[in-house]
């Protein structure tokens, strides 16, 4: 198995995944209110699913695309 990756399967930039070491909040990712719908994880290419996250900017992007609203 490979090493995951930093970058983010959709957009190839980084993906900022997990908690920042200086910080004590948790990763953006674990937000209750943040939502993976399965349009967008099948947009990620079979080769590079379960290999890395997807960027808060690609999920915020599909979200406005798809008119899913994320409640702050």
């Known amino acids: 198995m490979s090493k995951p990756t930093?970058?983010?399967?959709?957009?190839?930039?980084?993906?900022?995944?997990?908690?920042?070491?200086?910080?004590?909040q948790p990763?953006?990712?674990f937000n209750k209110d943040v939502q993976f719908?399965?349009?967008l994880l099948d947009s990620v290419r079979e080769?590079?699913?379960g290999k890395a996250c997807i960027c808060k900017q690609c999920a915020d992007d599909?979200?406005?695309r798809n008119?899913?609203?994320h409640r702050s």
């Open 6 to 24: 930093k970058l983010c399967p959709l957009c190839n930039k980084p993906n900022q995944c997990g908690q920042p070491k200086d910080s004590n």
């Open 27 to 29: 990763c953006w990712c």
């Open 37 to 39: 719908p399965k349009g």
């Open 47 to 49: 080769e590079k699913k």
């Open 62 to 64: 599909y979200a406005k």
């Open 67 to 69: 008119a899913i609203i």
